[in-house]
């Protein structure tokens, strides 16, 4: 069985220099009950921090498996870029639909994903520890062995203050569709960091958009239509990804 078919669980405790480790818990139980794997079955182990491993089953019991790790695959899937992209979005009232979102995230790749309380958002709360399980699944799926940062709900102008502070070299743009927005294409400059705004179906209030741009976001289109926020945010990501590969 080739890697690319192997079998992944999540194990945050993983370091690169471990030989042996112990895989228990809801991982474990999927691959002894589930996938009724036992000793000898190879699998792949990452810790979400970018490090990946193979290794074999030595001992199995209904509680925990004990791997022998022979083989690292760090650099394979660590999916590294010369850039950061942080997408962040307000989440919708159909619950779906921002799930819809956080998995396609992930499967593109992005670094950190934020949750937006806007004045006209329809969602005051979030469970993050839902949203977590699927950007693991997703994770998986998509075979990356490095997890995106979640963030929870903050209003637009305390997380574009916390980027200028904390990484004044990122660009910060605001996805909002009116004469005084301008195409993405004509200002992102690859390979800068990006910080990607994208308000609810209400949009951004002026108050928000007016202190946005105080505070350095750029308001900028991704097309010429008015679209869903889950739309916005896999669009927003697809382009930003296009525009570096183009450059290179």
Same mark, same amino acid.
């Given at each position: 069985? =080739?890697?690319?078919?192997?079998?992944?669980?999540?194990?945050?405790?993983?370091?690169?220099?471990?030989?042996?480790?112990?895989?228990?818990?809801?991982?474990?139980?999927?691959?002894?009950?589930? /996938? %009724?794997?036992?000793?000898?079955?190879?699998?792949?182990?990452?810790? =979400?921090?970018?490090? !990946?491993?193979?290794?074999?089953?030595?001992?199995?019991?209904? #509680?925990?498996? /004990?791997?022998?790790?022979?083989?690292?695959?760090?650099?394979?899937?660590?999916?590294?870029?010369?850039?950061? $992209?942080?997408?962040?979005?307000?989440?919708?009232? #159909?619950?779906?639909?921002?799930?819809?979102?956080? @998995?396609?995230?992930?499967?593109? =790749?992005?670094?950190?994903?934020?949750?937006?309380?806007?004045?006209?958002?329809? %969602?005051?709360?979030?469970?993050?520890?839902?949203? @977590?399980? +699927?950007? $693991?699944?997703?994770?998986?799926?998509? %075979?990356?062995?490095?997890?995106?940062?979640?963030?929870?709900? +903050?209003?637009?102008?305390?997380?574009?203050?916390?980027?200028?502070?904390?990484?004044?070299?990122?660009?910060?743009?605001?996805?909002? $569709?009116?004469?005084?927005?301008?195409?993405?294409?004509? #200002?992102?400059?690859?390979?800068?960091?990006?910080?990607? /705004? +994208?308000?609810?179906?209400?949009?951004?209030?002026?108050?928000?958009?007016?202190?946005?741009?105080?505070? =350095?976001?750029?308001?900028?289109?991704?097309?010429?239509?008015?679209?869903?926020?889950?739309?916005?945010?896999?669009?927003? !990501?697809?382009?930003?990804?296009? $525009?570096?590969?183009?450059?290179?």
């Amino acid at each position: 069985m =080739g890697v690319n078919s192997l079998p992944w669980y999540f194990l945050p405790t993983l370091e690169e220099t471990d030989t042996t480790v112990s895989l228990a818990g809801d991982e474990w139980h999927h691959c002894y009950h589930v /996938l %009724r794997m036992g000793e000898g079955d190879m699998l792949l182990l990452f810790n =979400g921090s970018g490090v !990946c491993k193979e290794g074999m089953i030595k001992t199995a019991t209904k #509680n925990e498996g /004990l791997i022998e790790l022979t083989k690292d695959h760090t650099a394979s899937f660590q999916g590294l870029r010369s850039y950061k $992209l942080t997408i962040a979005f307000a989440p919708t009232k #159909n619950i779906d639909r921002t799930e819809f979102a956080v @998995e396609k995230l992930v499967e593109l =790749g992005v670094d950190e994903i934020c949750f937006l309380d806007c004045d006209h958002s329809e %969602r005051a709360h979030l469970r993050l520890d839902r949203m @977590e399980k +699927i950007v $693991l699944s997703a994770a998986k799926q998509s %075979r990356k062995a490095r997890l995106p940062v979640l963030r929870d709900l +903050i209003s637009p102008n305390m997380l574009i203050t916390h980027f200028k502070n904390e990484q004044p070299d990122t660009q910060v743009f605001c996805c909002h $569709l009116d004469n005084s927005s301008s195409p993405l294409v004509e #200002n992102y400059i690859p390979p800068h960091d990006v910080l990607m /705004l +994208i308000g609810p179906e209400g949009g951004f209030s002026v108050e928000e958009t007016e202190q946005m741009a105080m505070r =350095g976001g750029k308001m900028v289109t991704i097309g010429p239509y008015r679209l869903r926020v889950e739309t916005a945010a896999v669009a927003a !990501c697809s382009a930003i990804h296009l $525009l570096n590969e183009l450059k290179k």
